[in-house]
């Protein structure tokens, strides 16, 4: 009796430590599923921030991308304006100088100094180089352009164009058919007395205008004198100019030709 009692004893305890083991292992399992839960969502936020992050980072890398883009041609631009600026100071300087050694003949009424078309250019009356009608040279157009070119071949690595101008009043003869041989034949025998006086040869050009370059209209008389003029003009060095190593680039021929 003893021993069954023994053993009834013995079955309830280990029901009951039984049920204690299963209630702990579910609050355990619950547990375990509450901590999994968690870490799932802590685990989708962080992958949600990422894919923020990451999108962050490519705007911020395309946003770099077009700063230094843009700052390239900000450079770019600045480094062009520095080299205009600098070609505007060289002609400016270059233009005083010429004025400076042609002082003496602009002083006394013989000859200008101008910019036009931003072309450095000295010109001359016609009136006081040849005789109505000729392309001679009078012995004082002589002396004037043998102190020209004294001067112009102290100006080194330039090239001059010698430009012939007239007035609207038709020339006909049998040496001047029309002003454009007039003009032409007035430039040429003043590039020939420029190289007689030590201008060098390869350095001076020349080019008739006739009467379609008027500086004023051909109204009046005083008008038609200031048309009839004969201008050397400084030949721009397009070697200095701001894109001249790019317009090279389409000036070389083509590799695979």
Same mark, same amino acid.
């Given at each position: 009796?003893?021993?069954?009692? =023994? ?5 309830? #305890?280990?029901? *009951? ?5 299963? =209630? ?8 375990? &599923? &509450?901590?999994? !839960?968690? !870490?799932?969502?802590?685990?989708? !936020? =962080? ?12 705007? /911020?890398?395309?946003? $770099? ?14 480094? &062009?304006?520095?080299?205009? $600026? #600098?070609?505007? *100071? ?7 100088? +010429? ?13 200008s100094v101008r910019i036009e078309d931003g072309k450095m250019m000295v010109s001359l009356g016609s009136d006081i180089l040849f005789a109505s009608g000729s392309a001679t040279l009078s012995a004082e157009g002589k002396k004037t352009i043998a102190e020209i070119s004294k001067r112009l071949a102290e100006i080194p690595k330039k090239q001059y164009q010698v430009e012939g101008h007239t007035d609207n009043i038709p020339i006909k003869t049998a040496v001047f058919p029309s ?12 590039? $020939? ?5 030590? +201008?060098?040869?390869?350095?001076? =050009? ?15 008389? %005083? ?6 003029? /004969? %201008? ?12 001249? %190593? ?5 000036? *070389?021929?083509? #590799?695979?030709?």
């Amino acid at each position: 009796m003893k021993s069954f009692v =023994s053993l009834f004893v013995a079955a309830i #305890a280990l029901g *009951q430590i039984s049920c204690v083991s299963k =209630s702990k292992h579910v609050d355990e399992v619950n547990r375990y &599923e &509450e901590q999994l !839960k968690t !870490k799932n969502e802590l685990l989708t !936020k =962080s992958n949600t921030q990422i894919q923020e992050l990451e999108q962050k980072l490519v705007s /911020i890398t395309k946003d $770099r991308g077009q700063l230094k883009t843009n700052l390239d041609e900000l450079n770019k631009a600045m480094a &062009e304006m520095k080299e205009r $600026r #600098a070609q505007e *100071q060289k002609l400016i300087q270059e233009f005083k100088d +010429l004025t400076l050694k042609f002082k003496s003949l602009t002083d006394s009424g013989t000859l200008s100094v101008r910019i036009e078309d931003g072309k450095m250019m000295v010109s001359l009356g016609s009136d006081i180089l040849f005789a109505s009608g000729s392309a001679t040279l009078s012995a004082e157009g002589k002396k004037t352009i043998a102190e020209i070119s004294k001067r112009l071949a102290e100006i080194p690595k330039k090239q001059y164009q010698v430009e012939g101008h007239t007035d609207n009043i038709p020339i006909k003869t049998a040496v001047f058919p029309s002003n454009w041989e007039l003009a032409s034949a007035r430039a040429l025998s003043v590039v $020939r007395n420029l190289i007689e006086s030590g +201008l060098e040869p390869n350095r001076v =050009s020349a080019a008739s205008f006739a009467e379609t370059h008027s500086v004023t209209p051909n109204d009046t008389p %005083e008008s038609r004198a200031k048309n009839r003029r /004969i %201008e050397i003009v400084v030949v721009p060095n397009l070697e200095s100019l701001p894109g001249y %190593e790019e317009l090279q680039k389409y000036t *070389q021929p083509s #590799a695979k030709q």
